[in-house]
């Protein structure tokens, strides 16, 4: 089976920069997603990561360890739209045609 | 560009009545779609999964059911709802192969009395 543990809130000021993270546990591994789910809408892809370090796109960023089964998802200059729900997901053990989904962190952004 | 729409965005059934919900794609042949179901501020469940007309994949035992009869239309149905069906319905799509992004429709939000 697999399953993902993430924080389930998180809150930081506008301006400031965050962390979230994402541990994993998969038997076979495809890499790492990020979606974004503002409330009452649907979820929007952020980014991915296949393989290990950093991927940067505007003020987010991912990382990934897969020797750790690790992962994190990094905002940069908080502003009060980043408030929201962000998932980490994986491709699932059925040839990678499935996906799982983390339980998600509430980030509220402070003024 | 390639667009998912989903219907209806808002429903309210009794207990016991039946279910349908449609998801169409446009813009892109064979893609991979899903329907997921979601609880209040919870994370999103993977109910089913298909990969090509008439191939559905089950995650979880329940009393819904999915179907596909065209490649770019996704159908989720029960036919005697339960209290526990209430939640947010979410279809979504993903390029067919080694995609690892998915798109996802706007949701409809089911409330089961």
């Known amino acids: 089976g697999q399953s993902l543990e993430q924080p389930s809130e998180v809150t930081a000021v506008e301006g400031a920069i965050v962390q979230i993270n994402c541990t994993y546990q998969t038997s076979g591994f495809y890499g790492l997603s990020w979606y974004q789910q503002h409330d009452g809408g649907a979820p929007t892809f952020l980014s991915y990561?296949?393989?290990?370090g950093l991927e940067e796109t505007g003020r987010f960023s991912s990382f990934l360890s897969r020797s750790d089964s690790y992962g994190y998802l990094l905002l940069q200059e908080l502003q009060m739209k980043d408030s929201a729900s962000y998932f980490c997901?994986?491709?699932?053990?059925?040839?990678?045609?499935?996906?799982?989904f983390g339980p998600g962190t509430r980030l509220s952004v402070l003024p | 560009s390639q667009t998912i729409h989903q219907w209806p965005a808002t429903l309210v059934q009794p207990v016991g009545s039946p279910l349908s919900l449609e998801c169409t794609v446009e813009g892109t042949s064979n893609p991979n779609l899903y329907w997921y179901r979601q609880a209040a501020g919870r994370g999103l469940q993977l109910l089913f999964y298909?990969?090509?007309?008439?191939?559905i994949s089950s995650e979880v035992p329940q009393n819904l059911s999915a179907s596909r009869p065209q490649d770019r239309q996704f159908i989720l149905s029960s036919k005697k709802l339960l209290l526990s069906d209430s939640g947010f319905y979410l279809c979504?799509?993903?390029?067919?192969?080694?995609?690892?992004?998915?798109?996802f429709g706007p949701g409809t939000r089911l409330t089961v009395l």
């Open positions: 298909s990969v090509g007309i008439g191939q």
């Open positions: 990561n296949g393989l290990d």
């Open positions: 997901a994986v491709r699932g053990d059925n040839y990678g045609q499935n996906f799982v």
């Open positions: 979504a799509w993903s390029v067919s192969g080694n995609s690892n992004e998915q798109f």
